[in-house]
């Protein structure tokens, strides 16, 4: 495996690049997804032979395999219905040569010889295991997520894999839903610009019409849409009730953005969006996606939906259920055979589906022709590069990316070199949970844990007294306590989300020791723990960074590097919270401190999450300058000094955010709409500088984003609760044309 990118950080010319490609990125045309015009004769001629049973065969993606047993089902039977034509994709295989020798079969021995799409859940990390997306995103640094999912399109590529259901692009306000580890967290710039940087990671840069993607990319799938990471209560495929404002401003624009970042197809979600289940989603899918955006890739149904839209109740038999999925747009089943069992039935019931079901199958072959399948079906695999070593390298700096330092009273971190060392806690050597809730091929003995990273750390994985006793006879106390691989990811809500099982306890043994502690929580997401880090000096969020894990903590814990992520999810107090976002809009009462005052807050506790969005310490502390804002016609132009007044090496996340004090609607109170992470040494001053377009201000109104006229307030700092400065520039009255916070600002460090 070539390791994609090298050296620690990255430089500031990288940070330049990155930018200009996201600028360039946000002014695309709309319509960008691969265009389908250059394949059209091949295709319309295909079409033209093929019989109804073979179009519906195009349409069915089946399991061949289970995730944890992959290609188990490719069983004789399941050959002769790719003999047949009965199949257009596969998931859940992989390896170059079983793959090399399905698609012999596919192209060889059918009728029509059209080539199979092969898939897979490719989530971070094929067999390289990185941090989980979360944490990745907690880098604050698209570069870094674009080198991720490089990394990943290789490695899954090498497998002879076409196609990754990669990006999950689910904005997520309420950690208790359990795929919050998948995302990108709260906030739809963020998230925007995280899905952008995985769609180019995975495809590569958008290419021309007929132009196949390179060796080693493939093709990406922006998940889930839409409105899934908004189910009621956090409870997986629960019902999403969003108003429409909240669906354009919060939860449509990661899907705008990754949608012109060129993603190649996209899958919809298993929930409802006010009583419309989105695989049956007319005017979510029909309407928006591929109507007003233009979309022009390939839509596949999540896994069993298209039946499942009879428990949702708005079908009564499968057949039903089919039509309902293809009037939406849903051009593939995935899994569960409705449409290849059941859609020829429909048809003989309302003939009107036809040419429904010739579009879904020119989008289907248009998606196999853009990736070069009909002029190579097997230019996808390399069973030599298939063996390449793990990318250990990229996987630990990576992973030391995604590490966000909560607090350091007292200076507690880095460690002193001759500090006797207690590590407590069952998950500092549980290699399992470092790989997370996906894995793909990755293996647990790949993973390095926080133990094997430490050796000098006198070991003890909680028991009572032991614990105590451990923690009495050391300097220090490494107290590594979250939550395992397997309470996170699909179907892991919980209903609670303090600390589970008896960590408080252990906590409270530690703590009698009377020695400092730093708390390493693990976990998929953020959890609510005000209770649980009464009185520890120091916190690392350390999620689940992959094959690297220990080695990635160790560097911070040592001050080989100085942690520079950031919470790109806030973490409550209490899971009574929630839902909760920093962005939220100011209400006629807002949270006073005084209980005597009736305002918007609970009775039982303190206002606000206990730690903010964007929030994450450093060794280095950081100055900021004054802001000068330059008013273009339609632009402002907002720089900023930082300098490192700090001892160490270090890097700073600039953040900005925007707030529309007086508009015809309550605006949210901040909304992030520029960052960068930019290395700066002990001493060194960098100014960045934040290009930002008025149509980012935009508010989506009566079915349109409209730009109000007037003052709009800038505040830039180190997190959404540390504004450092603040200024203000005025926009004209106007109009937007994309979702405001999916245009990415152009960010230049000077
Ligand atoms: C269901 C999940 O919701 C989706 O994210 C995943 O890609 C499919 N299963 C396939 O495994």
Redesign the pocket.
């Known amino acids: 495996m070539i390791e994609v990118g090298t050296g620690v950080r990255m430089g500031r010319r990288d940070v330049m690049k990155a930018s200009a490609l996201l600028a360039a990125s946000a002014w695309a045309p709309v319509a960008t997804a691969r265009d389908t015009r250059d394949h059209g004769a091949r295709i319309r001629d295909l079409l033209s032979r093929m019989t109804l049973a073979e179009k519906i065969g195009q349409m069915n993606q089946i399991a061949g395999g289970r ?1 944890k047993a992959l290609n188990s089902r490719l069983d004789a039977g399941m050959l002769d219905r790719v003999r047949r034509g009965e199949m257009g994709s596969f ?2 295989v992989a390896g170059a040569e079983p793959l090399r020798r399905l698609q012999k079969i596919a192209v060889e021995e059918s009728r029509l010889g059209i080539p199979l799409l092969f898939a897979m ?1 490719v989530i971070h990390g094929y067999r390289t295991t990185l941090p989980v997306p979360l944490a990745l995103a907690a880098g604050w640094d698209p570069a870094m997520m674009e080198r991720a999912a490089a990394l990943m399109a290789e490695e899954a590529w090498a497998a002879g894999l076409h196609w990754t ?1 990669t990006p ?1 692009v689910d904005v997520a306000r309420d950690p208790r839903w359990g795929r919050v580890v998948e995302g990108a967290g709260e906030d739809a710039y963020l998230s925007s610009r995280m899905a952008e940087a995985q769609v180019r990671g995975l495809e590569g840069p958008v290419r021309r019409a007929g132009e196949p993607p390179a060796k080693g990319r493939v093709l990406s799938c922006s ?2 849409f839409v409105g899934y990471g908004a189910v009621a209560g956090g409870r997986d495929y629960d019902s999403a009730d969003v108003s429409e404002r909240t669906l354009h401003e919060v939860y449509l624009p990661p899907f705008h953005a990754a949608m012109r970042a060129g993603s190649g197809s996209f ?1 919809t979600a ?1 929930n409802d969006v006010a009583g419309v289940p989105m695989t049956a989603n007319e005017a979510l899918v029909g309407g928006e996606l591929r109507g007003r955006w233009g979309y022009q890739g390939l839509v596949v149904s ?2 069993n939906a298209i039946p499942e839209l009879i428990n949702h109740g708005v079908a009564a038999t499968p057949a039903e259920a089919a039509a309902l999925a293809l009037r939406a747009g849903v051009d593939m089943d ?1 899994a569960s055979s409705t449409y290849a069992d059941h859609l020829a039935t429909a048809v003989t019931a309302d003939a009107s589906l036809v040419p429904l079901i010739d579009q879904a199958v020119t989008r289907i072959l248009t998606t196999k022709a853009r990736l070069g399948l009909f002029d190579d079906p097997y230019r996808f695999g390399d069973a030599a590069r298939e063996k390449a070593p793990l990318a250990r390298g990229t996987a630990r700096e990576l992973a030391t990316r995604s590490i966000v330092l909560l607090r350091n009273e007292g200076a507690v971190l880095p460690l002193k070199p001759a500090a006797r060392i207690a590590l407590i806690g069952a998950l500092a050597d549980d290699a399992s949970s470092a790989l997370g809730s996906w894995r793909a091929r990755g293996q647990t003995e790949d993973a390095v844990t926080l133990r094997r990273a430490l050796p000098q750390a006198t070991f003890d994985p909680g028991t009572d007294p032991a614990a105590a006793r451990v923690a009495a006879s050391a300097d220090v106390v490494l107290l590594a306590i979250g939550e395992d691989y397997d309470m996170t990811g ?1 179907a892991r809500s919980r209903s609670d989300i303090a600390l589970p099982g008896a960590q408080q306890a252990l906590i409270d043994a530690v703590r009698a020791a009377g020695k400092p502690i730093v708390a390493i929580l693990m976990g998929g997401r953020p959890l609510a723990l005000e209770r649980a880090l009464t009185n520890i000096p120091a916190v690392l969020q350390t999620w689940f960074l992959g094959i690297e894990s220990g080695p990635a903590i160790a560097d911070v814990l040592w001050g080989k590097v100085s942690p520079a992520g950031r919470l790109p999810i806030e973490m409550p107090r209490t899971t009574g919270q929630l839902p909760m976002s920093y962005a939220h809009v100011p209400t006629g009462r807002p949270a006073n401190p005084d209980l005597a005052v009736d305002s918007a807050r609970y009775h039982d506790g303190a206002i606000g999450p206990l730690f903010a969005f964007g929030h994450g310490l450093s060794y280095a502390r950081f100055r900021y300058s004054p802001l000068t804002i330059e008013q273009r016609s339609d632009a402002a132009v907002i720089s900023v000094a930082v300098t490192n007044d700090g001892s160490v090496k270090a890097d700073e996340v600039v953040q900005l955010y925007v707030r529309d004090p007086v508009a015809s609607v309550a605006r949210p109170i901040a909304e992030l709409r520029g960052f960068g992470r930019v290395a700066l040494a002990p001493g060194e001053q960098r100014t960045v500088r934040f290009t930002l377009d008025h149509a980012q201000v935009a508010l989506w109104k009566a079915g349109k984003w409209v730009i109000e006229a007037g003052a709009i307030e800038v505040m830039v700092g180190s997190s959404s609760a540390d504004i450092r400065q603040r200024g203000r520039f005025s926009v004209a009255a106007g109009e937007g044309t994309v979702p405001a916070a999916s245009i990415a600002t152009l960010v230049e460090v000077v």
Do not use: A, C, G, V
Request: hydrophobic share 50%; charged share 30%; glycine share 0%.
């Open positions: 995730q998931l859940h859940d259901f999950m998940k889930h899958m298993f999540d896994w995935m699909e």
